[in-house]
């Protein structure tokens, strides 16, 4: 190996285990104050130009894991304190204000920067967990399965 690879060798290990250990330390601090579902990776921006910070702070109440508080006149964020949960999105009165980007379990990315895409989302998850529990019921009480079809059954 030349000398320049293993330079450039050396620098990504140290950068790789900087993010591991910064990735242990979030975990460590989030399970402290009981948080054990998250999204892992994502970022958190608020705008402090359209942000009406003195006469609002409505994100700062509505955050589970204190990751927003006041400071200097604007709102303040603990990024290793995020989970990407949304919530201050859900209540902030002006759009595009707070942008919330998180990385799901299957890879795909999600972008919320105002309510009504969370209305959305959670809109949609409902429908699909209804329908899961639809199908699961169908298949048990199947006439073609042994139990007996009975109905009315309920309809979420
Ligand atoms: S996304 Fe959730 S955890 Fe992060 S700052 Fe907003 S309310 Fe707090
Ligand atoms: S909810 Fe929105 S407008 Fe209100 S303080 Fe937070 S970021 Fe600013």
């Given at each position: 190996m030349s000398k320049t690879n293993e330079v450039v060798d050396i620098f990504l290990r140290i950068s790789e285990d900087h993010e591991r250990m910064k990735r242990e330390e979030r975990n460590q601090l989030l399970e402290s104050i009981?948080?054990?579902?998250?999204?892992?990776k994502g970022t958190m921006e608020i705008s402090h130009r359209t942000c009406r910070g003195v006469d609002c702070r409505l994100c700062i109440q509505a955050c589970p894991t204190n990751a927003l508080y006041w400071k200097d006149g604007e709102v303040g964020i603990a990024k290793e304190l995020c989970?990407?949960?949304t919530s201050c999105v859900n209540v902030?009165?002006?759009?595009?204000c707070i942008q919330v980007s998180r990385v799901r379990s299957d890879g795909e990315t999600e972008k919320f920067s105002n309510p009504r895409e969370i209305q959305r989302l959670l809109r949609s998850i409902s429908y699909r967990k209804a329908e899961e529990r639809t199908k699961s019921r169908c298949a048990h009480e199947s006439?073609?399965?042994d139990g007996i079809l009975e109905f009315p059954f309920e309809i979420p």
């Open positions: 009981g948080v054990d579902e998250k999204f892992d989970v990407y949960c902030c009165m002006v759009d595009n006439p073609f399965s």
